[in-house]
């Protein structure tokens, strides 16, 4: 079964950077397209990062898009968030995700969290 663990997460001042990191299992990683979320309190989840099966296509939400970079290893099975330049406004449990072979539609791991404050 897909089984996501993130880590990474901590508190940053606003202008810092963290890399958020997810070991993915029970699953073929290399085949699962692969995403980053996050959730801010009070706000639903958004959906700030995706990558292709490859690594070779990515894409950004508007509000990271510049600062925060997707990436993949599909030998060591985890993808990756570099978050530069982080604000206030980045505040919140980030998520890894994929749908692929996924009984339950979308399978999460359990989040990490980002604070940014000064």
């Known amino acids: 079964q897909v089984h996501l663990v993130e880590s990474g997460g901590g508190l940053v001042q606003p202008g810092g950077s963290l890399t958020l990191s997810c070991a993915a299992s029970g699953f073929n990683f290399s085949s699962a397209i692969m995403y980053w979320s996050r959730q801010a309190p009070r706000k639903e989840r958004e959906v700030v990062a995706v990558?292709?099966?490859?690594?070779?296509?990515?894409n950004y939400a508007d509000s990271v898009k510049g600062r925060f970079t997707i990436s993949r290893d599909n030998v060591k099975n985890t993808v990756d968030l570099q978050m530069n330049n982080l604000q206030p406004e980045d505040t919140a449990v980030y998520y890894c995700?994929?749908?692929?072979?996924?009984?339950?539609?979308?399978?999460w791991g359990q989040g990490t969290q980002v604070t940014v404050s000064s």
């Open positions: 990558i292709s099966v490859s690594g070779g296509v990515t």
């Open positions: 995700s994929t749908a692929y072979e996924c009984t339950s539609g979308i399978c």
